[in-house]
Each structure stands twice: as C-alpha cells, then as structure tokens.
C-alpha cells in the first residue's frame, strides 16, 4: 500500500534559524573533509592537514561544545603519510560517549581509538582485514566493544565466491573476532552497503532483479521486507530499524521519497532528485540534498547542476521540516575506479526542540544551523513539494 503525500509550503519549511560556525586550524576541503560525531553537545571532528606540497602526515582532532560555543581541545596525531585527497570512512563514538574510533579504510591503513574526555590516543593498527577482493569498504562503528567493518567482496570470473562480507575487532587488540559473508549477495556498485550490525541485518540493492531492496541478516536468510524500485532512478537509502527504510529516488527535475515500515510506503513527492547526504543521531530525522538538471543531453549542458538545496526531513511522514541552499561536497582518494569516496554530508544532532545541523563548508570551518522543530505537523495539501 502506498500513500502520497502533498505538502504545503508553510512558513515553517523556512523558519529563521541560528547560525555559527566552528573553525577547524589546517583543514583544506578540497583535499580531505572532516568525519564527525556528537555526544552529550560536545562534537568531534577529526580531519587531514596538508603541507604546500600536499602531502599529509598529521590528523587534527578538535573537541568543541555546541553550547558554550568554545574549543575544548584540539591534538595533531601522526597518520600514516599520504600525498593528495584523501577520503576517510567515518569517525564514531562509543555507547558509553568515552572512545572515539577513526578509520581509513584504504592503503595505507588506519584504525585509531582515542580517549573522548581528552582525545589522547588508546591504540592504533595499521593492519587492515581486507584483500584487493573487499570493495565498497565501509566503517560502521562500536557493537558493543567491537568494531565493525564490511565490504562488497566478489571476484572477476568467480561469482560462487562473492558475498558481503561483515567482519568485527575487538576494541582491546583490533584484532577479527568474527567474519562472515552472506554468499551470493553482493551490493550493487552503484549504492553503498546499508548494514545495521546492532540489529544484525543488511539491506541490499539487486537490479537485476526487478530493482528491489531485500533485508537480510548477517548469515544471508531474508527477513522477508522488500522495497520495489518505484519508475526513477534509485538515488539510495537510509536504514532507520525495526524493518523500516527511507529510500531517496529521482531523475532530472522529479523525485520522491519512499516511506518504508513492514511493507507499506508512503511517498513524498518532490520537484527536485533527492540524494541521502549526512548522518543522524535521531533516527526521526534525516537528511537529503535535492538537485534539479536540465533533461538534455550533457554535451549541451544536461549534467550541470542548476539548483541544490538541502532538506531535513521528518522521517515517519515523510515530511520537510526545513531546507537551506547547500551543495555536494566530497573527495576521493584518487581517480582509480574502486578507491575511497567520501561526502561532506552534515551531521544532524537532536538538542532538546530544536536540531543542530553541523555542516562542512569549502572554507576551514564547520557551519552549524540550529533548527527550531515544528511542535506539530504541517498542514497537508494537494500540493507539490518544489
């Protein structure tokens, strides 16, 4: 069953918001983008420095208080050395808010734990679990006092072997204490691994078999939730638990968002293609960057952008709470075709009724907005969101 949703553009789409920005001392966006994570209004950002010849041997980690607005501490790590962009796959924060993890999952390799309290450094390997079979890497944080890393594993000619694979360090050593792969199921190159290892399941994207998402858990049975392709093309998805999905879709000048909880969906219909871009702390909210091309072919222009806004969304609608001009930012390790991407996505963190939206920038600094929450829902309309 699916529903349609039309919303009408109340003043509260574009309610006035407080805005302040936090400097990051080295960074330079263009060659590496700050990985971030928030507890208890303390956010961390650990990020790349870079010499003139851009070179990079040193990781900045800031501590900063969304409250007091102040610094309350700053360290420059050595990392193994790199020349040019460099991409990292996430920075994460234990349940407890007392270790932060960082991984670059990417030769050279590094997986770093530090103290939150003073962002001293815990251990470190520079040894990573993987093979020139693992693609499509990805750093998904603590399950308890393990880490837990995944891939798109499979090999040219050999499909019987390929699989996604899940794989889990023990926070004492940073050592495998589990690894399984689900055979058979691979991640389509197009879309990143959706894995949700305290929840022990995967969502995976199978074109080829009429453009479904299926959940599955870590040892490959299906859970029996599905999402069919909806006519566009597939922009991504966002796993909100309990077998429920946020799937983005979209094409030139039309898109919609698609609702998903134990089969049945619900759809906002958008005049833009929506992207999923950012993480969030509060599973009722989420984030997209929503684009409008030209429907012509791209030697006369049809693949330039020609407007990019960014939407917070009320996951259970869905529902545009707010929206900001903002572009696509990110970097990319090299040009190479399987190599680490990151995006600048921001970091959505809820404070009480209003939610913080912690945004990178092309300058050396963070730009964060404080959003003030509708206390009820907007009114609804037959109207299109555009």
Known sequence: MRLYIFLFLASSLCWGQNEFTIPLAKANSALALP????????????????????????????????????ELQHVTISVPKVHGARASEGLFLSKDGQTLAYAELHDPGLILLLAAKNLAEIRRSNVLPYSSQDHQRMFAGFDGDQLCLASNYYQYAKPELNGLRFIRLGTSDLKATSDMKIAGVTQDTSTAIVWRPLEKTTWAYRPTVGDLWDQYTESGEKTGQELAHHNALGEGVVPLGDAKLLAFYGR???GSVISYADRHERELKLQCAPHPYGTSTDPAYTGAICTTQR?????????????SEF?????????????????????????????????????????????????????????VYEVPLPEDEPTQSKRTIH
Do not use: C
């Open 295 to 307: 429907d012509i072919l791209p030697e006369a222009g049809g693949d330039k952008i020609m407007t």
């Open 35 to 70: 990985s971030m994570a928030v507890h208890d209004g303390v956010v961390y950002a650990a990020y790349r420095s870079f010499d003139l010849l851009r070179f990079s041997s040193q990781l900045q980690v800031v501590a900063y208080d969304l409250n007091t607005h102040k």
């Open 252 to 254: 030139y000048a039309d």
């Open 311 to 367: 939407l917070l969304l009320k996951t259970d609608g869905p529902t545009i709470v707010w929206r900001h001009p903002m572009s696509f930012m990110d970097v990319a390790d090299s040009n190479e075709p399987d190599t680490a991407v990151q995006m600048g996505g921001p970091l959505l963190y809820r404070a009480g009724s209003k939610l913080l939206i912690v945004a990178p920038t092309k300058k050396p600094e963070l730009a």
